[in-house]
């Protein structure tokens, strides 16, 4: 069974600019959850969406925005991007919301 | 304030020395979850405790979650290289519908 795809894996863009990150869960899963990692604040929840539907939200900026879609892919888009958006940004499935989660190995993005 | 937080934050220590590390909360967990993330990768999934007092093991790894479901801790038996990475624990606190991590462990396990 394949995991948790995330594209791309490094992406490089400058301030201001808006970005678009894909997650492709395990098959069979319909939960997808987004979180940021950065050293100083550790990994922090975004959202999470199930059956297309965005369940929960974190203490983020309206910037940051996500969708899922029937296949259960996902997609977050962050807009004028700021240096502090620079970051690992993690994706992870679950069969429904609140079980075990699986995730992929993450995109990581840096603003310049 | 951190809902998890983890202790300690950094560890170094010799192979084939035995740590452990723990995972603190005041809130209640209906389960809590245990990760290892290598450096560029995706944390991976090493263990689930549902039950209070439930001890679980995996391989030299030792998982307990406490009474109250309000903490629980990872001890490792005679460390490997191959242990080197970051820990993190992470659940629902009642009522919540997301994940929580917390603050995480660094362990470096010297050869």
């Known amino acids: 069974k394949a995991g948790v795809t995330q594209t791309p894996r490094y992406l490089i863009k400058t301030r201001g600019q808006q970005v678009t990150l894909s997650c492709s869960p395990i098959?069979?899963?319909?939960?997808v959850s987004w979180y940021q990692q950065t050293p100083g604040q550790g990994l922090q929840f975004l959202f999470e969406?199930?059956?297309?539907?965005?369940?929960n939200k974190g203490n983020f900026p309206g910037r940051f925005s996500g969708r899922q879609f029937s296949n259960s892919r996902s997609e977050m888009n962050v807009s004028t991007l700021e240096l502090g958006d620079s970051a690992l940004y993690l994706c992870?499935?679950?069969?429904?919301?609140?079980?075990?989660?699986?995730f992929g190995q993450g995109t990581r993005l840096t603003v310049v | 304030t951190q809902l998890l937080e983890q202790s300690p934050q950094f560890l170094s220590i010799q192979e084939g020395e035995n740590l452990t590390v723990y995972c603190n909360s005041s809130s209640v967990f209906s389960s809590l979850q245990w990760y290892r993330q290598e450096p560029g990768e995706g944390p991976v999934l090493l263990v689930t405790?549902?039950?209070?007092?439930e001890v679980k093991k995996l391989k030299r790894l030792t998982f307990q979650f406490g009474d109250a479901r309000k903490d629980s801790s990872l001890h490792i038996t005679a460390a490997q290289p191959g242990d080197t990475g970051l820990y993190l624990c992470?659940?629902?606190?009642?009522?919540?519908?997301?994940?929580?991590f917390g603050t995480g462990t660094r362990l470096t396990v010297i050869p």
């Open positions: 992870a499935s679950s069969p429904t919301p609140n079980t075990e989660a699986f």
């Open positions: 969406y199930f059956s297309e539907t965005q369940r």
């Open positions: 992470a659940g629902p606190p009642g009522g919540a519908n997301n994940l929580f």
């Open positions: 098959s069979g899963h319909r939960s």
């Open positions: 405790v549902v039950t209070g007092g």
